[in-house]
Antibody, heavy 118, light 106 residues
């Protein structure tokens, strides 16, 4: 079965850190650009970051640059998001998603929830 | 940054209605546009890519059109399973999503 499974979410205090993981199965993970997309409670979708298949090209939304770091391990078929200096506005469900030819996504995880609150 | 603007934000319709959602880009994105459907508590589901190509497994009542800066998603005959929120997404430069259109029961 083709799937992405996120983990690592939780409750953290402002200024704290979390590391999200996304495990891939059922498709050739190493050939896809991968993305993190988040959705704040009651809000729309916001692209966070993307990483190409080799890990050589990485891009971030302005809202997270310098605080969040995307990475991948193709041998482990896993995508990661290291989240530092967290703020209340980072509270959201975080989804990992593939990008067909670096474009749109046809595989999404179920999401993992990050809550930043004192 | 490329800004995507959807209209309307909310749409009330009945089963069997023809429904159209509009998405405008702040600059030309050629046909680098996708549409997703999202139901509460679930991940988005790809409906349309390249502005008008129907994703495998998606019912043919869904269709997309447009290029440049103006795009539409049409549901030809609304079904109970179609009450959801719809997002457009540009992938011309990075990703940007529209704010969403909630299709609710009239």
């Amino acid at each position: 079965e083709v799937q992405l499974v996120e983990s690592g979410g939780g409750l953290v205090k402002p200024g704290g850190s979390l590391r999200l993981s996304c495990a891939a199965s059922g498709f050739t993970f190493s050939t896809y650009t991968m993305n993190w997309v988040r959705q704040a409670p009651g809000r729309g979708l916001e692209w966070v970051s993307s990483i190409d298949s080799s890990g050589a090209y990485i891009y971030y939304a302005d809202s997270v640059r310098g605080r969040l770091t995307i990475s991948r391990d193709n041998a482990k078929k896993s995508l990661y998001l290291q989240m530092n200096s967290l703020r209340a506005e980072d509270t959201a469900v975080y989804y990992c998603a593939n990008a067909i030819d670096g474009n749109y996504a046809d595989i999404w995880g179920q999401g993992t929830t990050v809550s930043v609150s004192s | 940054d490329i800004l995507m603007t959807q209209s309307p934000s909310t749409l009330s319709a009945s089963v069997g209605d023809r429904v159209t959602i509009t998405c405008r880009a702040s600059q030309s994105i050629s046909s680098y546009l996708a549409w997703y459907q999202q139901k509460p508590g679930k991940a988005p589901n790809l409906l349309i890519y390249k502005a008008s190509s129907l994703q495998s497994g998606v019912p043919s009542r869904f269709s997309g059109s447009g290029s440049g800066t103006e795009f539409t998603l049409t549901i030809s005959s609304l079904q109970p399973a179609d009450f959801a929120t719809y997002y457009c997404q540009q992938y011309h430069r990075y990703w940007t999503f529209g704010q969403g259109t909630k299709v609710e029961i009239k």
